[in-house]
């Protein structure tokens, strides 16, 4: 079992930046492919990024590429969400997740959810 607990969302205006944090706990932290996903109001959820269980690896949904960076710290147990050059259009609950294996851009595919923490980008 994993616990992950997000952190780091706020209100923000557009243009501006922020880190989202989340932070594992239990079993080997290493051993998991990390994910971020948001859902906003009346919306499927949605796939952000993905970091290798390394951190040698990862992946962007191209709306985000440029503009977002995922990294992880498996000394810390903690993954990152650096968020910049923010749009309204990414007001969404933030969510992380872990998988063992491969990361995917699939949220069905991962095993374990933090609680989300709500990102909100004023125009």
């Known amino acids: 079992q994993v616990q992950l607990v997000e952190s780091g969302g706020r209100l923000v205006q557009a243009g501006g930046s922020l880190r989202l944090s989340c932070a594992a706990s239990?079993?080997?932290?290493?051993?998991?492919?990390m994910g971020w996903f948001r859902q906003a109001p009346g919306k499927e959820r949605e796939f952000v990024a993905y970091?290798?269980?390394?951190?040698?690896?990862?992946v962007y949904a191209d709306s985000m590429k440029g503009r977002f960076t995922i990294s992880r710290d498996n000394a810390k147990n903690t993954v990152y969400l650096q968020m910049n050059s923010l749009k309204p259009e990414d007001t969404a609950v933030y969510y992380c997740?872990?998988?063992?294996?491969?990361?995917?851009?699939?949220?069905?595919?991962?095993?374990?959810w933090g609680q989300g923490t709500q990102v909100t980008v004023s125009s």
């Open positions: 997740a872990a998988r063992g294996g491969p990361g995917d851009r699939e949220w069905r595919k991962y095993y374990y």
């Open positions: 970091i290798t269980r390394s951190g040698a690896s990862t």
């Open positions: 239990g079993q080997t932290f290493s051993s998991y492919a």
